[in-house]
């Protein structure tokens, strides 16, 4: 059974940084895509970052630059590290795994595998 379990949110003042990270366990192997969304009140959840099977990795336009996204040696553990953090970042974040495929496909209905999610506030 896949469970992927989020951690490491909170609240930070606009600048600051915070890494969340994502265990994942039941998971077939390592030769699969993940990747972080999220999803702001009101709004879709959108794609921030993802990395492949090959540990290359994408990012949206509005967090390029500012956030990074690895995984350790085992691929049992995502994380995001996010720094000079901006008001509409403020978001639930979410982890997600894609098993079908090595290389990621930048969307929510790809992702069959998703955590619960952690909050991220960013004050002005």
């Known amino acids: 059974q896949v469970q992927l379990v989020e951690s490491g949110g909170g609240s930070v003042q606009a600048g600051g940084s915070l890494r969340l990270s994502c265990a994942a366990s039941?998971?077939?192997?390592?030769?699969?895509?993940m990747g972080w969304f999220r999803q702001a009140a009101g709004k879709e959840r959108e794609w921030v970052s993802v990395?492949?099977?090959?540990?290359?990795?994408a990012y949206a336009d509005s967090v390029k630059g500012r956030f990074t996204i690895s995984r350790d040696g085992a691929k049992t553990t995502l994380y995001l590290q996010m720094n000079s953090l901006k008001p509409e970042d403020t978001a639930m974040y979410y982890c997600?795994?894609?098993?079908?495929?090595?290389?990621?496909?930048?969307?929510?209905?790809?992702?069959?595998?998703w955590g619960q999610g952690t909050q991220v506030t960013v004050s002005s």
């Open positions: 990395i492949t099977a090959y540990d290359t990795t």
């Open positions: 997600a795994a894609d098993l079908s495929r090595r290389y990621c496909v930048r969307t929510v209905a790809e992702f069959g595998y």
């Open positions: 039941g998971l077939p192997g390592s030769s699969y895509c």
